[in-house]
């Protein structure tokens, strides 16, 4: 294996506080080591060992490579006639997803490979190493299956999620098609999946639906999140609480008592702005979140009705400005936060044993990625210690 030694950082951001200052492990004047695919050493640069290859930061910031927990990139066609209907006044409802599951229905596989493809590599050219991965534009036995099985092919973080919205041919008998998803089409998407997801909102599933569907998929050895309390209350966030879920997605409208729920709980609370942004609706709110003590993530929910953007920066340049995070938080949310949100120890920090998920800025600090909103800074990225674009930072 060969050690490359990334000298010269201005700052780290280890997200790893025994290594560096405050909550965010921060280094000035540092270097870090990769050996293989994973990190070696992070210290300061004058301490640095040497290495097989030196890759010279030149006073840029290094941070860990984002950790977007959440995003729907099995899909063909796009919505932007809808978008612009909206922008010019439309409400935003769930059944819009019904246009992109008639197009996903009649794409071939190579058709979704290379979409599915095109985003990941989108993703990664802006930092993000790390990404989750939900069917649900499938919901057939053999479309679900094969939206879960291509999203393999991208990432381990695959996500069934059959309970997306009931699809026109059930609108008569919906529990007929909440058994489907619980019973064959899970039995189909389990192989190829970690999770199971449910969207679990009024003009999709319902609370009984959502506990049946988790549950069934619980016992097929799947793990829970839940797409939940986004376009209004509901009890999306004390199930997904309940079943132990690793994150409770959108979080838009909740009560005391969910707030509660999510603080004193493992079960994340992933902030996606970039719905909110792209339906022009009102932000969750993150600090009354922070401040009950929760664990917050921010994702893209990268999909082509509600917020079809890869970028994490976009994600926290929102984050900052609109939720009132601090850059420090939404930085945070965006690396460490999100591998909480798919209970990854491995990403999301950059410590000895940690992977080597790399991002130099073409920044001095962390805090010009809200600073200098939809600004290409993002300069260069490793993924498990592999180099998967060229560095272009200089002095
Ligand atoms: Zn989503």
Known sequence: ????????????????????????????G???????????????????????ERVDAAGAAVIPGF?????????????????????????????????TVAATRAASDEQLRANLRRLVGEALAQGTTT?????GYGLTVADESRSVALAREATPEVTFLGAHVVPPEFTADPAAYVELVRTDMLA???????????????????????????A????????????????????????????????????????EADVGA???SDTVATLLPGVEFSTRSAYPDARRLLAAGATVALATDCNPGSSYTTSMPLCI????????????????????????????????????????????????SAVHLAYRPGVPLVAGVWQAGQRRQTLRVSN
């Not at 990334?6 to 997200?15: K, P």
């Not at 990404?131 to 069917?135: G, L, M």
């Open 188 to 214: 189909a998407a389990a192989p190829h999946a970690r999770w199971i997801d449910v969207f679990c909102e009024r003009g999709a599933f319902d609370a009984a639906a959502s506990r049946a569907i988790l």
């Open 1 to 28: 294996m060969t050690a490359v030694l990334i000298d010269q950082v201005g700052e780290l951001v280890t997200n790893s506080p025994e290594h560096g200052t405050g909550k965010l492990g921060v280094l000035r």
């Open 317 to 364: 340049a929102l984050a900052v400005r609109e939720m009132r995070m601090t850059p420090d938080e939404a930085l945070w949310a965006a690396t460490a936060g999100g591998a909480r949100a798919l209970r990854r120890a491995d990403v999301g920090h950059l410590a000895p044993g940690a992977r080597a998920d790399i991002v130099v800025l073409a920044a001095p």
């Open 67 to 99: 950790v977007d927990s959440h995003a729907h990139l099995v899909f063909a066609g796009d919505r932007a006639a809808e978008f612009a209907a909206r922008m010019a006044g439309q409400p935003y409802a769930a059944g819009g997803i019904r246009t």
């Open 131 to 135: 990404i989750e991965c939900k069917s």
């Open 216 to 255: 069934a998929g619980i016992a097929a050895g799947l793990l829970p999140r839940v797409h939940a309390n986004q376009l209004g209350p509901g009890p999306g966030v004390q199930i997904a609480v309940e079943l132990g879920a690793a994150s409770a997605d959108h979080c838009t409208h909740l009560s």
């Open 262 to 264: 999510l603080a004193s």
């Open 30 to 52: 540092a270097a870090l080591v990769l050996d293989g695919p994973s990190v070696a050493w992070v210290g300061a640069a004058d301490d640095a060992p040497s290495a097989d």
